[in-house]
């Protein structure tokens, strides 16, 4: 057999020990990357595979591209709505929370190693950083869900504080090897790494959607390929400029995620295989780089470390930072308790090696040891602690089922999927009673595991997910339908018409969208304008009611056909404003 195919076996039996173990994985409530990290350490040359590999430089390559495709499909799912949610907390946690964690942590590993304070704080600086996608596996597989604020922060600087973790090792590194001086140079390095990345990720996400949705393509399987070929692009420039590569290509998948994408859907499942495969491939390559009877001539200084850093470190830079931003004490308590470690320290472990520092291979044993530790331990119980400081909600069930556009290009329309709650508006109501606009449309419900084709006559029940096929723009207005009662709603954007039935009563607007109109509750939409003008209603006639604006779409020989609804106050009776359809 030659070398190649040897190596092709090697490769594809690993990864199959890896997909495997994941299973396993998910029922212990272990994050994947003690498996992962396990299989790569038991292939390796102190381990039944024989393996050797010694080549920080090969470990290092490969990381960085498997980070690289695991942060671009991060951005991919991050929604705009939960950065503008958390994103001062956020920030404040990406940035400041990793230097105290940093600064802690490295105070005591100096201490315990017996190093300068400088070192400890370049051992402080690569542990500093969570990794999302270490929390949220955990939380899913153990059917933890958190409140949409906790959970959006705890993605968002999850996901986000690896530049900040990055900054500072190359910082501190530099700073050890006498090429960056504390203070100008240090800055100079934040604003470079920083500055370039946040605006080469701004400009690579916008130049990739408008590239990716007018470039006509004979297959349809090449689109996702064309994303991710624009992500490591983006990185790639950004790199070459001396920016952030992962803040830049964590920001192009914001972007484009958030975006209106052909064959997105498809995009999305693409990237979620490849992230899988890239966490699979990095972690089992770094655990053969690890020898465990290394490992375990550190292990006593290790473990105090990660006990600094979880019991000390964390806690003081989330108890803090979040003070100011209004998080209960139990909140507080549990963001303390998820500053799991994964990919992205143990990838950094592997710098000081490559810089040639002295004792280089001493943090990235140390490194490796910590992030086990935090990993099992915090991986564990992460769950539990969520149950115990009552932050669990309601598991909301997948659907088993759903429903995608496919176009070569961007076409008007949208498919959004709603699971009803009991507390929804549109609960226990038939879909005739529903007072959809027009354009709007259910095209699928599903119950449990059964198809309902939607009829006038058919009832929304509890824990149903409806599929509404609409024109662009009408989400806001459809969100209200589908939404809590109870619960705050969006503001509706001033300036577009939703185009309703002239039969819509005003009734049905509070009802299913929270749109009060000082009226009589039983009169149409139609008679409240009749009522207003005190003459029969033509078409164009605007009717403006408290903060209401009604206008006349259509009116036919029975009278007013379809109302458009604005809010907006008086300017939107004075001004055109974009209709819909």
């Known amino acids: 057999m030659f070398l190649v195919d040897r190596m092709i076996l090697v490769g594809a039996l690993l990864l199959l020990v890896g997909i495997v173990s994941s299973k396993f994985s998910a029922r212990l409530g272990l994050p994947v990357l003690v498996l992962f990290l396990g299989v790569g350490m038991l292939a390796g040359s102190e381990g039944i595979g024989g393996i050797y590999f010694n080549n920080p430089t090969i470990a290092h390559g490969i990381g960085s591209l498997a980070l690289a495709i695991i942060l671009f499909d991060g951005g991919l799912r991050t929604s705009l709505r939960a950065v503008r949610l958390v994103?001062?907390?956020?920030?404040?946690?990406?940035?400041?929370?990793?230097?105290?964690?940093?600064?802690i942590t490295g105070a005591a590993a100096a201490a315990v190693l017996g190093m300068s304070l400088l070192q400890g704080v370049l051992l402080g600086s690569i542990i500093g950083s969570t990794d999302a996608a270490a929390v949220f596996l955990v939380l899913r597989s153990r059917g933890v869900r958190l409140g949409e604020r906790l959970s959006s922060l705890l993605e968002i600087e999850s996901a986000s504080n690896d530049p900040m973790a990055i900054f500072l090792t190359i910082g501190v590194l530099e700073m050890l090897l006498g090429r960056v001086e504390f203070g100008p140079g240090l800055l100079k390095l934040f604003v470079l790494q920083m500055g370039v990345g946040a605006v080469m990720g701004l400009i690579g996400g916008r130049v990739a959607s408008w590239a990716i949705n007018r470039i006509n393509l004979e297959a349809a399987g090449l689109y996702p390929l064309l994303t991710w070929t624009s992500g490591m692009l983006t990185f790639g420039i950004t790199a070459a400029l001396g920016g952030s590569g992962f803040l830049a290509v964590y920001i192009a998948g914001i972007i484009l995620g958030n975006g209106r994408l052909v064959f997105q859907s498809s995009t999305l499942v693409f990237h979620d295989g490849l992230a899988w495969m890239a966490q699979i491939t990095m972690f089992v390559v770094l655990g053969l780089l690890s020898f465990p009877s290394a490992l375990m001539e550190v292990a006593g200084q290790s473990v105090l470390i990660a006990l600094v850093l979880m019991l000390v470190a964390r806690p003081a830079a989330v108890g803090l930072l979040m003070l100011p931003f209004r998080y209960s004490l139990r909140e507080i308590v549990f963001l303390s308790w998820t500053g799991l470690?994964?990919?992205?320290?143990?990838?950094?472990?592997?710098?000081?090696?490559?810089?040639?520092?002295?004792?280089?291979?001493?943090?990235?044993?140390?490194?490796?040891?910590?992030?086990?530790?935090?990993?099992?331990?915090?991986?564990?119980?992460?769950?539990p602690v969520a149950r115990f400081l009552g932050l669990q909600q309601p598991e909301e069930p997948a659907p088993p089922a759903t429903l995608e556009i496919t176009s070569l290009r961007d076409v008007d329309g949208d498919i959004v999927e709603y699971t009803v709650s009991p507390a929804s508006r549109a609960c226990s109501h038939t879909l005739r009673e529903m007072a959809f606009p027009d354009g709007a449309v259910v095209a699928m419900i599903t119950r449990g595991e059964e198809i309902i084709p939607p009829r006038g006559s058919t009832r929304i029940e509890a824990g149903d997910h409806v599929f509404v096929v609409m024109r662009s723009g009408m989400k806001p207005l459809i969100d209200r339908a589908f939404s809590d009662r109870d619960a705050p709603v969006e503001e509706l954007p001033p300036a577009v018409e939703f185009p309703l039935s002239g039969h819509t009563t005003v009734a049905d607007l509070a009802d299913f969208y929270g749109v009060m109109v000082h009226d009589d509750p039983a009169l149409t939409l139609a008679e409240a304008m009749h009522r207003r003008l005190a003459r029969p209603v033509r078409q164009g006639d605007r009717v403006?009611?408290?903060?209401v604006c009604l206008y006349a779409r259509e009116v036919g020989p029975e009278g007013v056909e379809w109302v458009?609804?604005?809010?907006?106050?008086?300017?939107a009776g004075e001004r055109r404003l974009e209709t819909l359809g």
């Open 544 to 547: 403006l009611i408290d903060e």
């Open 87 to 103: 994103w001062k907390p956020a920030l404040v946690l990406a940035t400041a929370g990793v230097l105290v964690t940093a600064l």
């Open 341 to 383: 470690k994964g990919a992205v320290p143990v990838i950094l472990g592997t710098y000081p090696l490559l810089f040639g520092l002295e004792g280089g291979g001493l943090f990235f044993n140390v490194v490796f040891f910590v992030v086990l530790i935090s990993a099992t331990v915090q991986g564990w119980s992460l769950a």
């Open 564 to 571: 458009g609804l604005a809010i907006g106050g008086e300017g």
